[in-house]
């Protein structure tokens, strides 16, 4: 337990960077907003699922110019002037100790080598069924966190899938993407 308890601070420390508050905005943000109200609004996250970018798998493969799984990413080459989704199933604990989970947020990391090589939409799946869908987004360049709300945090009950919609322009510009991994935050409280 206390091992989890050192990966979770590793983990929220890394966000704080990423996110350019640092050890001082974080222990600041955390002083402005009243303890009983902050767990009120935000339930602690009871589990949070990951899965790396090289499991991801391409809906039309004739639209790309090329791939390359690594180690490390999956980088992909779009064809010019078209449009393409990508998935990624989620490993999904839908009951923990009895409890239901409930999916809370989604999170991509991921980059784009130019303007011309987007991420336009992400829908988020509990099975067949569409819990979110974040349309018109347009996310190009480095996105090392990118954090999408799944909204009214419903019951998981099969499996969560993530579909990123991207679009390949039609400029003398790099189309290369490259996908790092994809996750999800499970609670077990509503929105109150």
Known sequence: MEEQVRTNETNRREILKLSGMGLLGGVAAGALAPGKAQAATEPAISY???????????EYPDRIASQWRAGFAFTIEGKPGTEN???FAIPTPVIIDDVRLRADSVMLRFSTASVDAFVRHVHIYDGETVLAAHNDIFLSGPQPFVRL??????LMGLGLGISIGVGFGVEAMDHHMQFIAA???FVIQAIA
């Open 149 to 154: 709300a799944v909204p009214g945090r419903p």
């Open 48 to 58: 949070a699922s990951w899965i790396h970018g090289h499991s991801m798998q391409i």
């Open 183 to 185: 996750g999800c935050d």
């Open 85 to 87: 989704w990508f998935h």
